[in-house]
């Protein structure tokens, strides 16, 4: 039986759509080149107006949100390499990746695990504008309200469990329970050796640079009037320690600093810093 087709929850949408501002407007070089979320929602010409994309107040997480796809991109095609032939997305939403870059993916067997509903609506969608479905990219629809073990499904689409994998959450942990976190967590440690972790973490607000904290107060009274609240924040120390407690033998903070001058041409610019921080977590 075929899930019922849902549209993307709204975050998803508001990723995609950053994703091609950053192309459209944002000056060279470009960190990401990223339209095809827009041809997949192939929103009405006003969507430009909309009050979340307006160019300067959203600017930071623009940049933010290309800065960690970017980040994750280049960990996939570093573990390609070097042999690693898997890579699952959790909460993949409107990930392009697949269709993007086609010369490192299919290399790899990728698991997209997300929603049912809004998956569903995906698949549509990629065939109708001619991607298709290759079968090295591979969905896997779990009802996690319905309390559905991602783990269990994903070994039913072809996951091989005794082969290195990286598998990468980002934009998901500050809705989750540190329960739920830490449930992930343990599981993944679990993999074959060689495998990695990339997973995105907020800071507490206190610990937010203060040029930042307007947006981040408004982003999080947005997320909490669409009934999406940010729930759970680490420190650094928390999150390194949460991670070695769950089994894994090399842990690692990559902050968003960091990460903004990596990938930026001025990383003085901290109006434009990313505005999450990784974990990156290896057995």
């Known amino acids: 039986m075929h899930a019922e087709q849902v549209a993307p929850e709204s975050t998803a949408v508001r990723v995609a759509l950053w994703r091609a501002m950053h192309a459209q407007i944002d000056p060279l070089p470009h960190i990401l080149e990223d339209e095809i979320g827009l041809r997949l929602i192939a929103p009405d010409g006003s969507w430009r107006q909309r009050p979340d994309m307006d160019p300067e107040g959203t600017r930071r997480f623009r940049t933010g949100v290309v800065i960690r796809a970017r980040f994750v991109e280049d960990l996939v095609a570093k573990s390609a390499a070097r042999g690693v032939s898997q890579y699952v997305i959790l909460g993949a939403g409107l990930d392009t990746f697949a269709q993007r870059k086609p010369e490192i993916a299919s290399r790899l067997k990728i698991f997209e695990v997300d929603r049912p509903g809004p998956q569903a609506w995906k698949r549509r969608r990629l065939i109708e504008l001619g991607f298709g479905i290759p079968d090295w990219l591979r969905f896997v629809p779990v009802d996690f309200e319905a309390g559905e073990a991602w783990w269990q499904r994903l070994v039913a689409a072809g996951f091989d469990a005794g082969k290195p994998a990286i598998v990468a959450s980002t934009g998901v942990s500050h809705y989750l329970t540190k329960d739920a976190i830490a449930a992930t967590l343990r ?42 609240p940010f729930i759970t924040f680490f420190t650094p120390a928390e999150i390194l320690e949460l991670a070695r407690e769950c089994g894994f033998r090399e842990v690692e903070h990559v902050s968003g600093e960091a990460l903004t001058r990596r990938y930026l041409a001025s990383g003085a610019d901290e109006l434009r810093a990313a505005s999450e921080e990784f974990l990156i977590a290896r057995n």
Request: overall charge positive.
């Open 187 to 228: 599981q993944i440690a679990k993999l074959a050796p060689g495998s990695a972790f990339a997973m995105t973490f907020l800071l507490p607000i206190e610990l937010d640079d203060r040029k930042h904290r307007a947006g981040r107060e408004a982003s999080e009274k947005a997320a909490r009037a669409s009934g999406t």
